[in-house]
């Protein structure tokens, strides 16, 4: 399937920073199949500039050290205008989050937290994983903090339990079923972005 006409600017957010992580493995993973979804065959030439790839670990915002409340846009550090102009670009995100005994990662919340303006009017989607409870306590504990930055929860959000049994040397190997979800997650965050557009 391809969403014809699709400009929807998907941001991918990489949760976790910690050594030894899978979560880029299957950051990369989702955007492989957001793709395929976007452009049907994969073959979308230049429309794959509409997918941003944020890797938290490469990005290494310090902890929040802005004097003013983000809500002000007074932003006086460059790493926080240069994240500020990324965020701004996006239509759409995908966090990508571990779970933290029963939370997500500091380093996400931290993200979240630098800006707020930013984010509102956006749909999201959260691909949680971890044990057997697949992540979801930590996705529902996130779920608070997106809606009160104006972040819109889509319904469709990818589950991975037992992460460690999907991982070949290193690379996530998901399966049809969890590309179906992300296709169905994928179409959700296009039709609401386009219904939220004109908030944003």
């Not at 492989?32 to 938290?56: K, M, Y």
């Not at 915002?61 to 002000?72: M, N, Y």
């Not at 903090?145 to 339990?161: D, F, H, R, T, Y």
Request: overall charge negative; hydrophobic content about 45%; glycine content about 8%.
């Amino acid at each position: 399937m391809r969403l014809h006409g699709c400009m929807t600017r998907i941001m991918i957010i990489v949760g976790s920073v910690r050594p030894g992580r899978v979560g880029l493995s299957v950051a990369e993973w989702v955007r492989d199949r957001i793709q395929e979804t976007l452009h049907g065959d994969g073959s979308g030439g230049g429309d794959a500039a509409s997918l941003d790839l944020v890797d938290l670990a490469e990005l290494n915002l310090p902890f929040l050290d802005e004097p003013h409340h983000p809500v002000k846009k007074a932003y006086t550090k460059p790493h926080t205008v240069a994240w500020s102009e990324r965020v701004s670009a996006a239509d759409a995100v995908v966090l990508i989050s571990p779970e933290y005994n029963h939370s997500y990662s500091p380093a996400l919340k931290n993200a979240l937290d630098f800006l707020y303006t930013e984010w509102a009017h956006k749909p999201v989607a959260v691909v949680s994983y971890g044990g057997a409870s697949a992540g979801t306590r930590g996705a529902a504990a996130l779920a608070p903090v997106l809606a009160s930055v104006g972040l819109v929860k889509v319904a469709a959000n990818p589950e991975i339990n037992f992460i460690g049994t999907k991982m070949v040397d290193g690379v996530f190997q998901g399966d049809d079923k969890l590309a179906g979800t992300v296709a169905a997650m994928t179409r959700m965050l296009v039709e609401t972005s386009e219904a939220l557009k004109p908030l944003r």
